[in-house]
Nanobody, 121 residues
Framework: QVRLLESGGGSAQPGGSLRLSCVAS????????LDWYRQAPGKARELVAT???????TYVDSVKGRFTISRDNAKNTVYLQMNSLEPEDTAVYYC???????????????WGQGTQVTVSS
């Protein structure tokens, strides 16, 4: 059973930092990409950052230069280091992946439960 468990959310002042972690289980972690999404109140869920199996990363323009996604395959964990936080970063952050139980099966999407990040003075 695929599980994604986020932690590290909380409150920060503008300009501050937070580090999110997502521990994964139930699949072969190292061969799949992972993503961080976020959803602010009244807004659609937004893709924030991705890291592929070969460590290639991508970011939405609004977080480039401030956020860093990384993964530790030995710990089955993906991280999101968030620096220079802005009030606009306030949202629930979700860990996400797509995996398949075998090579013949379709990819299935899995989400963590989310962790709240609030940036305010």
């Amino acid at each position: 059973q695929v599980r994604l468990l986020e932690s590290g959310g909380g409150s920060a002042q503008p300009g501050g930092s937070l580090r999110l972690s997502c521990v994964a289980s139930g699949f072969t972690f190292g061969i799949y990409g992972l993503d961080w999404y976020r959803q602010a109140p009244g807004k659609a869920r937004e893709l924030v950052a991705t890291v592929s199996r070969d460590m290639t990363t991508t970011y939405v323009d609004s977080v480039k230069g401030r956020f860093t996604i990384s993964r530790d395959n030995a710990k089955n964990t993906v991280y999101l280091q968030m620096n220079s936080l802005e009030p606009e970063d306030t949202a629930v952050y979700y860990c996400h992946t797509e995996t398949r139980p075998n090579v013949l099966a379709k990819l299935r999407s899995y989400w963590g439960q989310g962790t709240q990040v609030t940036v305010s003075s």
